[in-house]
Every structure is written in C-alpha cells, then in structure tokens.
C-alpha cells in the first residue's frame, strides 16, 4: 500500500490550501485516513482523521482544537481518496503534512501506513 500526498505550498495568512492523499495497492477496507503535522522542533499531531463506520457505527470525524472551524477534512471512498481544506490559515499551521492511514489488506489485520510529508508554509 502507498499513500501518494499533494497539494502542500506557500501562502499568506487567511489564505486556504487543500490537501490530497490517496491510497492505491491492495487495499480491501481503508478504515481511517486522516491528517497528521510536524512543526519545527516538534513533535508530530494529529490534524484531522475521518474513520470509517461499520454495520452498526457511522462514519467518524475528529479535528484537532487548533484546527476546528478552519480545517475540513473530507473522503473520496471510492477513489481511497482523501482531502483537508484548509481554510484561514495562520502561521502556525506551518508544518510538514502527513497523510495517514489504516487500512486492511485482508479480514484480518489492519496496518498503518504513511505518506510522504508535504510542506505548508503560512507568510504571516
């Protein structure tokens, strides 16, 4: 399984940047994906995650405090596919942006996987 991450760049305080990330190999249930920073000098947060539901539980989404309101983050099923539109962004959304996701490849197992970073950069 690979986790291809775009969408990352530079751009000015209460602008918006969306990010993409989709997973492609042998994939049978993505169960999460989901959104994960690392700022200079610290350590990695969770962002945004989007699970998904089973027979009796509906689909899940979580944010971050420092990001509700402002982050939306959003699922393509059928494409394994997912986003984070970033909207009013601050400086301190400055960080490298990992895609994340746990995925089952058979019934019975389920592994975590990661993107390669991408850099979002916000000019105060």
């Known amino acids: 399984v690979q986790l291809q991450a775009s969408g990352g760049g530079l751009v000015q305080a209460g602008g918006s940047l969306r990010l993409s990330c989709v997973a492609s190999?042998?994939?049978?249930?993505?169960?999460?994906m989901g959104w994960y920073r690392q700022a200079p000098g610290k350590q990695r947060e969770l962002v945004a995650v989007r699970t998904t539901g089973t027979m009796i539980t509906d689909d899940g989404t979580d944010y971050a405090d420092s990001v509700k309101g402002r982050f939306t983050i959003s699922r393509d099923n059928a494409k394994n596919t997912v986003y984070l539109q970033m909207n009013s962004l601050k400086p301190e959304d400055t960080a490298v942006y990992f895609c994340?996701?746990?995925?089952?490849?058979?019934?019975?197992?389920?592994?975590?996987?990661w993107g390669q970073g991408t850099l979002v950069t916000v000019s105060s």
């Open positions: 190999g042998s994939i049978l249930r993505v169960n999460a």
């Open positions: 994340h996701a746990q995925i089952s490849d058979s019934p019975w197992d389920s592994r975590a996987y």
